[in-house]
């Protein structure tokens, strides 16, 4: 999870709705809140711990001789996420765990006894599984809004009192929530601004992520001077004497054997060139791609899917204007921006996709299910 930042720890809270399914024919969505902590294991997998608290109830039903009813359930659960793009603003994910929850069969506020004297309270477990989509809110990935549902399956069929029709009761909640993702420093890059302590000019000071000269690791404030590409003549030649500026945000991750799209605004009144230099972490030779004029200053090109390769890649961005006044960069063959390549993405959504049959299968057969 994470939308794909270097993060280990993340902290998050979640509200919603949950209604009981068990026995009754119209249960009542009623409110809950949970607690959650997460540590990513990696990309594709995380594992979480949550807890908090629930109310599950009824109104009366005389007919079925079903007083008004409130449970109380406090869960202490544990689960795993598996995402389908980690990536991505926007990741799908499905979850499957369990845990153990107390509960306590209250009418009017108060627990009533069992025939032998016995309050109705106890402490019991459950499966679950569940799915719903991460999406990312900041540019510095550690704020996420999560939307999803739930199906918990308990090992009891007492939380509505009734003790026919569903062999035991279970829960589905509809949620929403927010995760914040703490940074973590990344082995080899002390700062953890993205920028390698090998390629980093300033180890000891984070890179601001301005899109201007981003790969370096050093601090620059924003160019005194741009020129809009393709002004008019707003400047001529003559007047032109600064190199043309680029402004491009390096991208660090991406998934093995997918394209890679470079994106670039440069600000040059008479370009001559702009271009992709590219290679795989170890080979010798740069590859060279065009970026190609789409709108305005905004440039863009291709880093083919055969040459993402699980080692990483490492790439710069280069134009140069007419008057060869000097070259405009993000990047350079000496100090390149470096990408990791996380390997196997279509063997983890698979198993992604399997846990989810798994898990929303089973739900699907346990809620339609009946007692004989």
Not at 37 to 59: A, C, D, P, Q, R
Not at 87 to 101: D, H, S
Not at 309 to 326: P, T
Request: hydrophobic content about 35%; charged content about 25%; proline content about 5%.
């Amino acid at each position: 999870m994470g939308g794909g930042e270097q993060t280990n720890f993340g902290i998050g809270l979640k509200t919603g709705l949950n209604k009981l399914e068990g026995d009754l024919k119209s249960p009542l969505f009623k409110p809950f809140v949970y607690g959650t902590v997460t540590y990513n294991l990696f990309e594709y997998l995380s594992i979480s711990i949550e807890s908090g608290y629930s109310v599950v109830g009824s109104k009366a039903d005389s007919a079925n001789n079903v007083p008004e009813f409130q449970t109380i359930i406090i869960p202490y659960e544990g689960h795993l996420t598996f995402s389908f793009i980690p990536l991505g603003k926007v990741n799908p994910y499905v979850i499957l765990g369990g845990g153990g929850f107390s509960w306590n069969y209250t009418i009017d506020g108060k627990t009533p006894r069992y025939d032998n004297g016995k309050l109705k309270k106890g402490y019991d477990s459950f499966f679950k599984c569940g799915g719903g989509v991460e999406i990312l809110l900041n540019k510095s990935h550690d704020f996420y809004f999560n939307l999803g549902v739930t199906y918990r399956y308990s090992l009891t069929d007492v939380l509505d009192d009734i003790y026919s029709g569903d062999e035991n009761d279970g829960l589905i909640d509809i949620y929403g929530g927010l995760t914040y993702y703490f940074r973590s420093s990344t082995r080899g890059d002390r700062d953890n601004d993205g920028v390698p302590d090998e390629l980093d000019l300033k180890v000891e000071i984070k890179e601001d992520p301005d899109g201007y000269l981003d790969h370096d690791g050093k601090p620059e404030g924003i160019p005194p001077v741009i020129y809009a590409t393709g002004s008019g003549g707003q400047v001529s030649a003559e007047e032109d004497n600064e190199p043309p500026v680029v402004i491009h945000h390096p991208i660090r991750r991406v998934e093995e054997g997918r394209d890679i799209k470079v994106k670039a605004d440069i600000y040059e009144n008479k370009l001559k060139v702009a271009s992709i230099l590219y290679r795989p972490i170890g080979f010798d030779r740069w590859k060279v791609g065009n970026l190609k004029n789409v709108s305005g200053s905004l440039f863009e090109g291709v880093i083919p899917s055969r040459y993402v390769k699980k080692q990483g890649l490492e790439y710069c961005v280069v134009a140069v204007d007419e008057a060869i006044n000097g070259v405009g960069y993000c990047g350079l063959p000496k100090l390149p921006v470096r990408v990791e390549v996380l390997s196997n993405p279509k063997m983890w959504r698979i198993i992604s996709g399997t846990a989810a049959l798994l898990g929303w299968g089973g739900s699907g057969y346990l809620i339609l299910k009946k007692q004989r």
